[in-house]
Every structure is written in structure tokens, then in C-alpha cells.
């Protein structure tokens, strides 16, 4: 099936997650290991040492929740391990993954290639295919590996090699995104990634989120003169944003086309 190390994000009392995960990979007869969440809820956010407030202010207008900060430090924790270990590949799973049926026949496909990159993201939905993409190498009938335009989110199932483990490390050392908008950040992080297409992976929406649905919230958090201005360094992010991920796709081109042969 596979042989790769398998992590799975989960918070020590999420005991029915841990319960169906153990199920799913048992009954695969796979091997993985429980890393314990990060539960960042009552964290004092604006003072955390690994969250940039004042980017988060200037750029969104509210601040991250403490969730969302949890979530970024237990995949550090992984990333971490990965380092002091020295593992070369990790599947890194969260808790509410749901797996497709051809997630492994398709995993061990990509795991016998031979091309460069820090990280394979495992996701699907309506949504995501009809974003901009490229596909760059065909895996089987169905299924091709793809690069991204944009920025997709999603990080319930990402397959991370021990060099992007080390730049997400330093990307995680302070920042302003939760972590499924820095991993799609690649013209930020330089990782290097691509995806699946149709999408292998999903995120099960039966559960009641742990990160906090106060994120969807859009009530800003500035106030005074940095509110005031707040159209216009919105306006100015989004634009450069705009510009980086267009580069980044754009300039990558012809290294996927030699991928594609």
C-alpha cells in the first residue's frame, strides 16, 4: 500500500476522529502515529510569537483566531519532526480527512516518480476544478498531476518531503496566514508543489469544526486611522498578491512541460 511514515493531527480528546481515522488506515493495515494537536483556543493571539498581527491587520482587517494559530504550530510539529528525524517523505493527514477510494492506488503511482518537489496536496471539490491549472503529467486513465494558478485551501492531507518541511518551518516562524493559505502560497514559501486531478481527498464537514467558525466572521478588528486606510493597503495586497501567483504559474511553465516530456 505505502511505506511512507503517516501522521495524523488530532487533539488528544477528539477520541471519535481518532477512532474513525484508526479504522480507515487499520483496516488498510497501514501504520501511523497520532501527533496532539496544538489547541490554540484560548491562546492571547495578538501577543503570540509566531503570528504577525500587524501584517494580518493591514492586508485582512482581523486578526487570526486562536485556532487557527493552533492549527498552523501542530503542523510545525510535524515539520519539526521531520527535521530532528530526518525523514524524507510524510504523509501528514488531520483528523477529519476523508480518503477516496483510489487514494492509495494513486499515491503509489506518484511515490514512483521521479521529478523535484517539496509537496503534493490532496484535495477536491466543485470548487477547485474550476480553477486555472495546468496539467503537467498523467497518472493513470484518470487521474494527472496538476500545478495551480491560485492558492487553493485545504490542508487535511498533504504529502511534504523533508525540504519543504524545512521551508515551511521558517514560513511558520512568524506569519499571518492560517496554514492551508500558506501552503498555497508557493511565490511566499518557494515550495514547490502540485496537486491531483479529480481530487483524491476531501475534508468530512459532518464534524463540528475545532479551529472556530468565528474565522468566517467579518467584522474587522482595525480601528481608527488603519481602518480608515484599510480599502486601500487591502487593495494594494490583493493586487500584489494577483501579480506573485501569476509569476510564480507562469514562470514554471516550461519546467513542467520537461515533466510532461
Known amino acids: 500500500m505505502t511505506h511512507l511514515p503517516i501522521f495524523i493531527i488530532s487533539l488528544p480528546e477528539a477520541t471519535d476522529r481518532r477512532a474513525r481515522m484508526q479504522k480507515i488506515l487499520g483496516d488498510l493495515g497501514l501504520s501511523f502515529e497520532f501527533i496532539d494537536a496544538v489547541d490554540g483556543r484560548k491562546f ?12 494580518r491587520l493591514r492586508c485582512f482587517g482581523r486578526h487570526l483566531n486562536g485556532g487557527e494559530i493552533g ?33 492509495f492506488p494513486v499515491l503509489q503511482k506518484i511515490e514512483q ?13 466543485p470548487k477547485l476544478e474550476r480553477l486555472k491549472m495546468r496539467n503537467v503529467l498523467k497518472l493513470d ?13 485545504g490542508s487535511h492531507a498533504t ?20 496554514i492551508d493559505a500558506l501552503l498555497g502560497r508557493s511565490w511566499l514559501t518557494g515550495m514547490n508543489w502540485y496537486t491531483v486531478r479529480p481530487g483524491i481527498a476531501a475534508q468530512d464537514l459532518s464534524f463540528v469544526s475545532a479551529i472556530g467558525e468565528d474565522r468566517f466572521d467579518e467584522q474587522k478588528d482595525i480601528r481608527g486611522f488603519p481602518r480608515m ?10 493586487f500584489g498578491e494577483s501579480v506573485a501567483k501569476k509569476y510564480w504559474y507562469y514562470s ?10
Not at 114 to 124: A, L, T
Not at 165 to 176: D, F, N, V, Y
Open 252 to 261: 514554471k511553465y516550461f519546467q513542467d512541460r520537461r515533466l510532461k516530456g
Open 71 to 103: 492549527c498552523i504550530l501542530s503542523h510545525r510539529k510535524i515539520y519539526e519532526k521531520m527535521v530532528d528525524e530526518n525523514i524524507e517523505r510524510a504523509l501528514i493527514f488531520e483528523d477529519d480527512v476523508l480518503l477516496r477510494d483510489d487514494f
Open 44 to 55: 492571547d493571539v495578538v501577543n503570540h510569537p509566531h503570528y504577525n498581527p500587524e501584517k
Open 113 to 125: 516518480l521521479s521529478i523535484p518537489f517539496d509537496m503534493m496536496r490532496f484535495f477536491g471539490s
Open 159 to 178: 504529502l511534504m518531503t523533508l525540504d519543504g518541511a524545512k521551508k515551511m518551518i521558517r514560513h511558520t516562524q512568524r506569519t499571518s496566514y492560517p
Open 141 to 153: 486513465d484518470t487521474h494527472y498531476l496538476v500545478r495551480h494558478s491560485g492558492m487553493p485551501g
Open 229 to 238: 486606510i484599510f480599502p486601500l493597503t487591502r487593495a494594494w495586497f490583493k
